[in-house]
């Protein structure tokens, strides 16, 4: 399959979401784990093409080792037995604007000197001078949207980042911000990521303004996250199931190829953990399907599904499971 634009990069069409190896539970976590599984596993994606790493500054097993999950990536990256050009080829994308402190709690801070010293943080954890991409991860409630994405945009001005993009925005916050910052021919924003995936399909107006930008759309949980994947995999989806052992194929594999039949500008990031998951998530870029499988496979999913709380930018902070 061809790549895919993200801003003005050309990327494999699916990247690798690096969030769960850092949460307490995480392979990254345990010192043996991370040799021998972790960073095995990520370096198997890039081994199998994959050219865009995810991660974010509050991705760790504790709120005293944030930054966690961006020294996991730079460590996996620089360990990563390639080319010199294969490696610069690599593009990592973090997350900033959740603040996690003492006893665990967590917030949102949008203003400019924290975004700034928030870029500054992830950019020596990643061992880059300048981040490829940062991304806004959650809107502060307490600052005027207007003001918090000009910070955004202050990030690339003073040369902390090449790119912007934005987390968890609404098609209102997405049309706003456009009007400020632009799109990707405009020096502006070049991507989105929101949840979207078989099970979670509220952001098609979202989806629909990317279209017409050309604004990556990054789906974070894109096979429902661990509390929804089952239910696609034990058969509730039934038609993936089934299209899934027709083309013998997993049923993981065939709804990112159906997320990247759904639209050219969704790049998927599954967040898979262990090599083996995580070549079989590669794989799912050279499974190409008819427009009338796609459209079956939609067509059998459930049309009322619960609203994820994530793009409310309001309470300053929500409890984190």
């Not at 049923?251 to 898979?272: C, D, H, R």
């Amino acid at each position: 399959m061809t790549h895919r634009a993200l801003g003005p990069w050309q990327v494999f069409p699916i990247g690798l979401g690096c969030m769960n190896v850092s949460w307490p539970k995480g392979a990254a976590v345990d010192p043996e784990l991370r040799a021998s599984s972790a960073i095995p596993g990520i370096q198997a994606g890039l081994d199998a093409g994959v050219t865009l790493l995810d991660t974010a500054d509050i991705y760790a097993p504790a709120w005293d080792q944030v930054g966690h999950n961006e020294r996991f990536v730079a460590e996996a990256l620089a360990g990563w037995d390639a080319a010199p050009e294969r490696k610069a080829s690599v593009l990592i994308a973090t997350k900033g604007g959740i603040t996690r402190s003492d006893g665990e709690k967590w917030g949102r801070n949008g203003s400019l000197d924290y975004l700034v010293g928030a870029a500054e943080r992830s950019r020596e954890r990643l061992g880059v001078d300048v981040i490829d991409l940062w991304q806004h991860h959650r809107l502060d409630p307490s600052i005027p949207f207007e003001t918090q994405f000009e910070n955004v945009l202050e990030l690339k001005s003073r040369g902390l980042v090449r790119e912007i993009g934005v987390s968890n925005y609404s098609a209102a916050h997405l049309r706003k911000a456009l009007e400020i910052g632009g799109g990707p021919r405009d020096g502006g924003l070049i991507s989105i990521q929101n949840e979207f995936s078989p099970l979670y399909r509220h952001d098609l107006d979202v989806l629909d303004l990317c279209e017409e930008h050309g604004i990556a759309f990054l789906p974070w949980s894109p096979l429902g996250g661990s509390k929804k994947v089952n239910r696609i995999t034990s058969g509730e989806t039934g038609a993936f199931v089934t299209m899934a052992q027709e083309k013998q194929v997993s049923p993981e594999s065939l709804v990112l190829a159906w997320l990247l039949a759904y639209s050219p500008v969704i790049i998927p990031i599954p967040g898979a953990t262990r090599v083996e998951s995580i070549r079989d998530a590669v794989s799912a870029a050279e499974l190409s399907l008819t427009d009338e499988e796609r459209d079956a496979l939609t067509a059998s999913l459930p049309e009322s599904l619960p609203r994820s709380e994530e793009l409310e930018p309001s309470p300053p902070w929500r409890d984190e499971d």
